[in-house]
């Protein structure tokens, strides 16, 4: 199942329905009051209330934006990693503790990011005593992400300097969290380009056509379109996205 699928595609449970009970009222007639002289009223007759029509509350909508190739693109050094790796591989439960809304703390958990990666990775992705990666793109194969929910996997390796992430899969909630954060591009391989590609390799991605090229080997690949998630993560996040468009008050007004 493609992550990018189910981002822009998503379903919402449909609220339950409500019964409402109407109860008619029946004519009434000859209705005598005391000391009255006996003459009958005409029949009531109920009547359905005449529609209201009251004002609509103003909302913010997101001016659509026209379709442009979007001139976006990476280049850098590639780190590549295998299936499933979890997001206690990405960013262990003991960092956790981190506020990424701290610069300081930001930088810190930058410095953690894919150190929870078994000993078989002899290159490891961060160098000792730094708190970024000269590695600004990862590449992965199926099912990147999966695991525990948490916002500070994809925060991580953004702290830590990659800027795309180019998987064979993910896990939904890895996926969404990047777009979310606006932290990395999470795009998606046509093939396994972790076979293809080995780490320390010079790679380019370029967005508008989505495509991989790598440099060392002279071989390109074809990545499916990030589509709606794109103007998401380059506003940076939902809540800028949000504030970008007028779905939300800008923090300025």
Do not use: W
Request: charge should be negative.
């Amino acid at each position: 199942m493609a992550a990018s699928s189910a981002l822009s595609s998503p379903t919402f449970a449909s609220s339950p329905t409500r019964h409402h009970h109407h109860h008619s009222l029946s004519p009434l007639s000859s209705i005598e009051l005391p000391n009255s002289s006996k003459q009958p009223f005409k029949p009531l007759i109920s009547h359905p209330p005449p529609p209201c029509h009251q004002p609509q509350p103003q909302r913010a909508t997101a001016t659509p934006t026209t379709s442009t190739t979007s001139t976006t693109s990476f280049h850098g050094l590639c780190y590549v990693v295998g299936d499933n790796i979890d997001t206690d591989q990405i960013i262990p439960a003991e960092y956790l503790t981190l506020v990424p809304s701290r610069p300081d703390e930001y930088k810190k958990l930058g410095s953690y990011a894919l150190i929870g990666l078994p000993s078989s990775y002899q290159t490891r992705f961060m160098d000792p005593g730094e708190s970024t990666s000269k590695y600004s793109i990862l590449i992965a194969g199926d099912n990147f992400g999966c695991g525990s929910s948490r916002e500070h996997a994809p925060v991580a390796l953004g702290a830590a300097g990659v800027a795309a992430v180019v998987a064979e899969s993910y896990a939904r909630i890895f996926f969404r969290n990047s777009v979310a954060t606006g932290e990395v591009y999470p795009l998606e391989s046509e093939v396994r380009v972790c076979e293809e590609c080995k780490t320390g390799d010079v790679v380019t991605i370029e967005l508008g056509e989505s495509r991989l090229i790598n440099h060392t080997t002279g071989k390109e690949y074809v990545m499916k379109p990030i589509g709606d998630a794109g103007p998401v993560i380059e506003a940076g996040g939902i809540f800028a996205y949000a504030r970008k468009t007028g779905m939300i008050p800008s923090q300025s007004s």
